[in-house]
Every structure is written in structure tokens, then in C-alpha cells.
């Protein structure tokens, strides 16, 4: 039975960190939340009696209320939905490749392929960031290299029109059809929400899935070093080849660590903000503008705190909500 010492000194020990979270962590949050409900324009302080109170207005402004701020955050919205769709599924399955090639026990200069994979993800955001958009130039290299297979390249960071609108462009679709035009949801007309992500956003896709694919390599590495060998024999005997190994007994084996690397990848994708700042500003015509990015501009450019915390804290509901999702989809299921 535990004594009330051991209870004290337990308290005496946790004390520190309980102290240093509720002080850089809880405090700050729920400082940002007030600033949420009011109308603060940056100057002075939130707290003194001058600031309005606008209780829920800034929530409803992006949410319900028609106007240039629903209609930007929604933008966002649809932005980076496009992007997680994207960078979450190759990027994880990116990884995956990589470290089952480096598990490889015939693999020669292992410790080279692993550093050469890892390398991107140590390297400063916002060097890549400028090195990508040398790349992406209009006559950059990869540019140059489509043109040596006759393909003229986009202009990468001028053209927003979205990847669904370009190829329906290539079989003379130039215009939304009126049942797409005329009607939509949340601020947005379907023809918006269907555009698909822009060059630009596909660019930013492909920087971001290069950069942290070798983080979640090491994870998956990890994992798989972590496999029981007489389990693979035990297969190998069983007649399972390569792809029934891995569907079978190599997958469900990571499956607490394919969580990991998916919320941890879901997090981050909707949380995007070095690369949009460094490479695009949200341009062009806002095809690349997402929530993080939004928070800031509206707050530190626009001078609107409460809305840009407002802002930030739907983003905050959103991350949860798609958590909780992933955690329900892959959950073990019972079997009957």
C-alpha cells in the first residue's frame, strides 16, 4: 500500500516538469483562447479592459458567416487537404520502401544508404526550400529536363489552376459546367473544391515528401529489425513468397508503428508552414495558402490576433479529429 511519503516524494519529483509544462504550455493556450474571443489588434496588452469582447464572432467568421475570411480559410481547407492526401500515403509508403532496401541482410554499405536517405531530414527547411525553387524555376531543371522528352513544364509558382482543371483543359474543358459553377458548400463553389492542387502545391509536395521520408525510414527500420527472424523462416517454410511475407506477416508486425508514422505524418501535413512561407506565400491566387500560414498572415500581417487564433485553433480541433479517425480505422478488430 503506498504511503503518504512516497505519494509526497512522487509529487516532489513530477513537480518540476508539472511546472514548466503548465507554465510554457497550458498557460500560453489558454492565453491564445481568450485572444480568440476578443478583437485584439496587437497593441498593448489582451487582458486590459479596452479590448472588445467578441465572444464566437471570429469562429463564425470562418465558419458560417459569408465574407473574404470564410472564403480564405476554406481555401486552405481545401488546400491542404489536397496535401495530406498526397504527402501522407507516399511518404509512408516511401519510407517503407526505403527501409525494407536497407534491411536487406545482402545489402552492401548499409550504413552509407541509410545516412544518404536520412540526410534530407536533418538538412534546414528553408535552404531546401530555396534550393527547390531554383529547381522549380520557370527555366530551371526540371523544366530542362521535361524538355528534353518534348514536354513543355508548367510555370510552376505563376499557374493557379489546379491539376483536374489543367487536364480537363487538355481535352478542351475551358469552362465549370453550371451545376459545378452555381453551386457549393462552405464559401466555396464544387468546381473550387474539386480543382485539385495546384503545380505549385505539387511542387511543395514533392520537397516535403523528399525531406521526411528518411525520419520515418529509421522508424520503419527500427520496426523491422525488431521482427522475430524464426517468424520469416517460418514462412519461407510455409511456401509464402515475397509479397505474402510482407502482407501477411511483415505489415501487421509494424502495425503500432505504421500508426505512429501516420499520425505523426498527419500532424505535420497540417501544420505545413516553413516551406509556404520560404517558397510561395500562400501564391499563386492562393493555391498554396493553408490554415498555419493563414493564422500567421491574419495575425502578424493583418493585425486581426483574435481571428488568426481563432484560426489556429480550429486547426488545433481539425489535427484531433483526424487522429481520432486514424486511431478508429486502424484499431485491431476483433474477430468473431
Not at 475551358?174 to 453551386?183: E, Q
Not at 520496426?223 to 517454410?237: F, G, H, R
Request: aromatic share 12%; charged share 10%.
Amino acid at each position: 500500500m503506498r504511503t503518504r511519503s512516497e505519494t509526497l516524494a512522487g509529487w516532489l519529483f513530477v513537480a518540476p516538469v508539472v511546472l514548466i509544462l503548465g507554465l510554457f504550455l497550458l498557460l500560453p493556450i489558454l492565453m491564445a483562447l481568450w485572444v480568440s474571443l476578443t478583437g485584439w489588434n496587437g497593441q498593448g496588452s489582451p487582458f486590459r479592459s479596452g479590448v472588445p469582447f467578441v465572444g464566437g464572432d471570429n469562429y463564425t467568421s470562418l465558419i458560417t458567416a459569408d465574407g473574404l475570411p470564410r472564403q480564405d480559410f476554406m481555401t486552405s481547407i481545401r488546400n491542404n487537404l489536397y496535401y495530406v492526401a498526397l504527402v501522407v500515403p507516399i511518404q509512408t509508403a516511401l519510407a517503407l520502401g526505403l527501409a525494407l532496401v536497407v534491411n536487406q541482410r545482402m545489402l552492401k554499405s548499409k550504413g552509407f544508404f541509410r545516412t544518404a536517405f536520412y540526410f534530407p531530414s536533418v538538412t534546414s527547411s528553408v535552404a531546401i526550400s530555396v534550393v527547390f525553387l531554383f529547381i522549380f524555376a520557370n527555366s530551371g531543371a526540371v523544366n530542362a529536363l521535361l524538355g528534353t522528352v518534348g514536354i513543355d513544364g508548367p510555370v510552376w509558382f505563376d499557374d493557379s489552376r489546379g491539376l483536374v482543371h489543367l487536364l480537363l483543359d487538355t481535352v478542351g474543358v475551358n469552362s465549370p459546367p453550371g451545376a459545378l459553377a452555381d453551386h457549393g458548400v462552405l464559401g466555396l463553389t464544387w468546381w473550387d473544391w474539386l480543382s485539385g492542387p495546384s503545380v505549385a502545391m505539387c511542387a511543395i509536395i514533392a520537397l516535403v515528401v523528399w525531406t521526411t521520408s528518411g525520419t520515418f525510414m529509421l522508424m520503419f527500420l527500427a520496426a523491422l529489425q525488431n521482427v522475430p527472424q524464426q517468424v520469416e523462416e517460418a514462412s519461407l517454410i510455409d511456401g509464402a513468397n515475397r509479397w505474402q511475407r510482407l502482407r501477411f506477416v511483415t505489415l501487421p508486425m509494424l502495425r503500432p508503428t505504421l500508426f505512429l508514422v501516420l499520425t505523426l505524418g498527419l500532424i505535420g501535413t497540417w501544420q505545413v508552414f516553413d516551406q509556404i512561407y520560404v517558397m510561395s506565400q500562400g501564391n499563386p491566387a492562393k493555391t498554396t495558402l493553408t490554415p498555419a500560414f493563414l493564422s500567421y498572415r491574419t495575425a502578424f500581417r493583418d493585425f486581426e490576433y483574435g481571428r488568426g487564433a481563432a484560426i489556429s485553433f480550429v486547426l488545433f480541433l481539425i489535427i484531433v479529429a483526424m487522429t481520432l479517425l486514424q486511431r478508429w480505422l486502424l484499431r485491431e478488430r476483433k474477430s468473431s
